[in-house]
């Protein structure tokens, strides 16, 4: 068939992908087909900010960062991209600018689908239109907590919340970025992290093992976040 020309890692890959699962398959295989894969060492532009995007990037291995730089040289990394995941998708919906630069922060592998492929497919499957919708949402939602976040609340509240959003099932963390990385998420610097982290650990509410994170009294933790229900229904729907 069909999709037997494509490695079935990518035909699995974008059938659990966000905004893509609900497609029908024709439709994954004939945008599949018109994909193509990049590689990016870590360092690497695969989008500039103010350009619109040429497709959607499906990170297949490796991390993407999504940060706003200024002229100022002032950076903000609004949304990392892990595997699994998608990026691009409202500058190929509508053909605007993106508003950010998209780099690999680590060797990366993505899977690009064109923009004007997407579009077509959108028109034709309502499906994947509604999914994509939804994906834009979700991600407008997200954007306007994480900025509420910075506006209000302190280095150590956005410290505390982002150990919370991150944490697994057995209440840990495992730290993959650097805390100059966690910084410029957060919209603080390496340093403030960094106290952040000790203040923490000194009051028994976290343990840190290397580069595990034992969330030690999450209640109390959500208490210095100033965590509430509706960021437990945020975190719910990304």
């Known amino acids: 068939t069909e999709s037997l020309a494509v490695p079935r890692v990518l035909v699995r890959a974008l ?14 295989d004939r945008l599949l087909h018109a994909a193509a894969e990049r590689r990016l060492p870590r ?7 103010g350009a619109p995007a040429a497709g959607v990037a499906l990170v297949i291995e490796g991390r993407l960062s999504c940060a706003v730089v200024e002229v100022t040289r002032e950076r903000w990394v609004r ?18 600018p993106l508003p950010c630069n998209i780099t690999a922060i680590a060797p990366t592998r993505v899977l690009l689908i064109p923009a004007d492929d997407l579009r077509r497919e959108l028109a034709a499957d309502p499906a994947l239109a509604l999914e994509a919708g939804a994906y834009v949402v979700r991600e407008l939602r997200r954007v306007i907590s994480l900025c509420g976040a910075i506006a209000c609340h302190t280095p150590l509240q956005r410290v505390a919340r ?37 203040s923490l650990e000194s009051r ?8 595990r994170i034992d969330l030690l009294e999450p209640n109390a933790l959500r208490d210095v976040a100033a965590w509430n229900a509706t960021d437990d229904a945020v975190l719910a729907a990304s």
């Not at 690497?44 to 900010?49: D, P, T």
């Not at 990392?80 to 995941?85: L, M, R, S, T």
């Not at 509410?205 to 290397?210: E, F, P, S």
Request: charged letters at 25%; hydrophobic letters at 40%.
């Open 15 to 28: 059938a659990r992908a966000p905004v893509f699962s609900s497609a029908s398959r024709p439709a994954r």
């Open 162 to 198: 982002y150990l919370l959003e991150r944490g697994d099932d057995t209440g840990s963390v495992e730290l993959v970025d650097t805390q100059e990385q966690i910084g410029a998420q957060i919209g603080t610097v390496r340093e403030v992290v960094g106290r952040a982290l000790r």
């Open 79 to 96: 949304r990392v991209v892990e595997a699994g995941e998608v990026c691009g998708v409202a500058s190929s919906l509508d053909g605007g």
């Open 204 to 211: 028994g509410l976290i343990g840190r093992r290397g580069r």
């Open 43 to 49: 360092g690497a532009a695969l989008f500039n900010a």
